[in-house]
């Protein structure tokens, strides 16, 4: 018989039922998934035998789902910041891609941005990259639930030739990882400037056979809709909604400049969003319109881009920052209250996945992926409102333990696992070449790194 753990923690915020905050409840695991949430003493009488774990001054509360991040990036990390997002994209991002990427590349910098992530409380992510394979690889590695991009661009690159060289590499890495568990896969075209109708019809017929997500960055910034108004006559959600492939299954990506109609649309078909409000500001984007989105009830998880644009990958600051911001861009301090913007970092992140039966709250028969933080330091105290600590007052060095289906994967901002250990430290020692080859790139240069 499998043995049960009892995790006993101050406080859980559960998610579902919204709102709510249990004081002296705890958590029994088996087999990787939630077997009850009761009081203490409950638990104890309920499992005599059981494995307890005492979490005292700790808040329990489901793993983060980053919505949307490019993993691979994190070898890019401050190799293009103070420029607007074309400026970015044209001199910086682009021309370090065509002569860096490679499987080699993406794996090493998705294994250093999901070690980062996963010490930090995102226990899934929803990645947006180059080989998809790679990404995957790197996933189950370092240990974290992902939902691998295929991505989609009607331009080459050195990773494939056209669309459809995009899209039979995305659905081989897809084959290949069917069986494990902790993946999903979607289908990642870029942005509707970068892939043309015919590819789209595609795409949404493609995911719709396979049942699988679509994510894509749609009206990131005020030149992408006038550009596409002048080109199309149709802003670019317009044009989605015309080729089909607004539906419960996309996720759009920033949608900072949405406006009302683009709105009314997104949540007429049961679309998601995907926020990302430190790259939008770091990129000077703008501000996606958050509090309307909640008023017109369009389902929105967070996001912390890559780390290109954002610099951290770090979900306490990033849903700290979409509350302020709610509350400042619309002059309503009710606006993403606390017990929203953890709905969006959680369960929000979930649905859009389509993974609400899996993760993203903490209730009987889902997955046992979650995260205790501390709220007993001195720059804590007194606690008051548990769910308003974690996203007003806590910071990703309050993360105590991670947990991915029950199993412990990061202590005190540290991996747990000797294989991923490992599997981190061998990319560590790795990344000064990647350094100097980015620098070559920036610099005009060709440095030679010898190989392994």
Not at 9 to 16: C, K, L, M, Q, T
Not at 194 to 206: E, H, K
């Amino acid at each position: 018989m499998a043995l049960t753990t009892l995790l006993l923690p101050d406080w859980i915020i559960p998610v579902e039922p919204a709102g709510t905050v249990l004081a002296g409840h705890g958590i029994a695991i088996r087999d990787g998934r939630i077997l009850a949430i009761a009081p203490h003493d409950d638990l104890r009488q309920r499992h005599p035998d059981a494995d307890i774990r005492h979490l005292p001054g700790r808040v329990l509360l489901p793993g983060f789902v980053n919505l949307h991040t490019h993993a691979a990036m994190s070898l890019l990390r401050g190799a293009g910041d103070d420029l607007p997002l074309m400026t970015w994209l044209n001199d910086r991002i682009w021309p370090l891609e065509s002569r860096l990427v490679s499987p080699d590349f993406v794996h090493d910098g998705s294994v250093l941005a999901f070690a980062e992530m996963l010490a930090g409380g995102t226990t899934c992510c929803a990645d947006m990259y180059f080989h998809p394979d790679a990404v995957a690889r790197a996933a189950l590695a370092i240990g974290l639930r992902c939902v691998v991009g295929m991505t989609v661009i009607d331009f080459p690159t050195p990773y494939a030739a056209n669309a459809d060289a995009y899209i039979q590499q995305g659905l081989a890495a897809q084959s290949d990882f069917r069986g494990e568990a902790s993946l999903g896969f979607m289908f990642a075209p870029h942005a509707p400037y970068t892939v043309g109708d015919d590819t789209l019809r595609r795409i949404d017929m493609l995911a719709e056979e396979l049942d699988v997500p679509i994510a894509i960055h749609l009206q990131e910034t005020a030149q992408e809709v006038s550009d596409a108004l002048a080109q199309t006559g149709l802003r670019p959600t317009a044009r989605l909604a015309r080729l089909g492939l607004l539906s419960p299954r996309l996720i759009a990506v920033h949608g900072v400049h949405l406006d009302a109609s683009d709105i009314a649309m997104l949540v007429a078909r049961g679309a998601h969003l995907a926020h990302c409000p430190a790259s939008n500001l770091k990129l000077a984007s703008g501000i996606a319109p958050v509090a309307q989105l909640l008023r017109d009830g369009l389902n929105f998880g967070v996001g912390t881009d890559g780390a290109a644009s954002n610099n951290r990958l770090d979900m306490l600051s990033e849903l700290r920052l979409a509350a302020l911001l709610a509350k400042g861009a619309s002059g309503d301090a009710a606006a993403l209250s606390a017990h929203q913007a953890l709905h969006a970092a959680t369960l929000g992140g979930a649905c859009a996945l389509g993974w609400q039966d899996r993760i993203g709250s903490l209730v009987a028969g889902k997955q046992a992926d979650m995260v205790a933080i501390r709220l007993d330091a001195a720059h804590q105290l007194p606690v008051f409102d548990p769910a308003s600590h974690v996203v007003y007052t806590a910071g990703r060095e309050d993360v105590d333990q991670v947990w991915v289906a029950g199993e412990s994967v990061a202590k005190k901002l540290q991996l747990t696992k000797i294989s991923a250990r490992m599997e981190l430290e061998r990319i560590l020692s790795r990344i000064p070449q990647w350094h100097t080859l980015a620098v070559g790139v920036l610099s005009g240069t060709k440095p030679y790194v010898s190989k392994e």
